[in-house]
T-cell receptor, first 115, second 115 residues
């Protein structure tokens, strides 16, 4: 069964600083990987996804993530954080399980942005 | 498409009462997921359907929880009787397998408070 680990529950960065959110997954084959963002009181919105091909994927709102098979990681990055990026970020892994799709989410990382 | 639609957005009920949460997936999607989000446990997959058939309900916490999908455009999650520890945000999500693996699209969630 697949699993996702987000080691940082809470991160605080200054506005304008760079950001990296960590994500490690466990899955026996090539996974489908996602990053979602959740603003307070809202549902989850897809930031980006990796299915195959180029291991550096670009997403919305200036985010990018890099798939590193050797490290089983899919870290999310942004060069310069804006106050509006304060939200909770979820890494997820999708896989075919018993012939069906199944998505497992990490615990989430809450991002606080300070002026 | 209007996206995944959940109702109600907020529900406050007394312990012991029956609660029914509703979800309308995106038209044409053949997978539907129910998740529960709490501070302590993050986002947990409760159950998912494929073509209206329940595939994996191993995440349903107790027999008090039940879910149905009578047709491709409607699903319910029922809790009977409800307990204060069921207080959480419940999300419905849908996706399609028609183009291989794709991301899940989330509704806005139902915030359930059991007093």
């Amino acid at each position: 069964a697949q699993s996702v680990t987000q080691p940082d529950i809470h991160i605080t960065v200054s506005e304008g600083a760079s950001l990296e959110l960590r994500c490690n997954y466990s899955y026996g084959a090539t996974p489908y990987l996602f990053w979602y963002v959740q603003s307070p009181g809202q549902g989850l919105q897809l930031l980006l996804k990796y299915f195959s091909g180029d291991t550096l994927v670009q997403g919305i709102k200036g985010f990018e993530a890099e798939f590193k098979r050797s490290q089983s990681s899919f870290n999310l990055r942004k060069p310069s954080v804006h106050w509006s990026d304060a939200a909770e970020y979820f890494c997820a892994v999708g896989a075919w399980s018993g012939g069906y799709q199944k998505v497992t989410f990490g615990i989430g990382t809450k991002l606080q942005v300070i002026p | 498409d209007a996206g995944v639609i959940q109702s109600p957005r907020h529900e406050v009920t007394e312990m012991g009462q029956e609660v029914t949460l509703r979800c309308k997936p995106i038209s044409g999607h053949d997978y539907l997921f129910w998740y529960r989000q709490t501070m302590m446990r993050g986002l947990e997959l409760l159950i998912y359907f494929n073509n209206n058939v329940p595939i994996d309900d191993s995440g349903m916490p107790e027999d008090r929880f039940s879910a149905k999908m009578p047709n491709a455009s409607f699903s319910t999650l029922k809790i009977q009787p409800s307990e204060p520890r069921d207080s959480a945000v419940y999300f419905c999500a849908s996706t399609t397998s028609s183009e291989g693996y794709t991301e899940a699209f989330f509704g806005q969630g139902t915030r359930l408070t059991v007093v």
